[in-house]
């Protein structure tokens, strides 16, 4: 029996939301990074946008410490890289 090509396209789709949300997570540090050596990297329309996408994170980590002092130490591990 075959699979309806939307059916297909829906598990494809419940599958790569894991992933998206993790690579969601992940790029705050090079962003972090970017944001504070940038030297006029971004634009400023471009700053107000990563401050709106990224302000579900930056409020979690000022609600819970554990999570700020991981974040502080994941951008040292992306400060070092970059």
């Known amino acids: 029996m075959t699979e309806n090509p ?6 494809r789709l ?8 993790l690579g ?4 705050i540090g090079p962003v972090g990074v970017l944001l504070q050596s940038g030297d006029g990297y971004f634009k400023p ?3 107000q946008l990563l401050q ?3 302000a579900p994170l930056i409020i979690a980590s000022m609600k819970y410490p554990w999570l700020s002092t ?3 130490k ?3 591990f992306w400060q070092q890289i970059l």
Request: net charge positive; no cysteine; charged share 15%.
């Open 70 to 72: 991981l974040m502080m």
């Open 14 to 21: 419940i599958y790569s939301l894991p992933f998206l949300l």
């Open 24 to 27: 969601y997570i992940l790029s």
């Open 74 to 76: 994941y951008s040292h």
């Open 52 to 54: 709106f996408l990224y």
């Open 6 to 11: 939307r059916t297909r396209r829906q598990r």
């Open 45 to 47: 329309g471009a700053l």
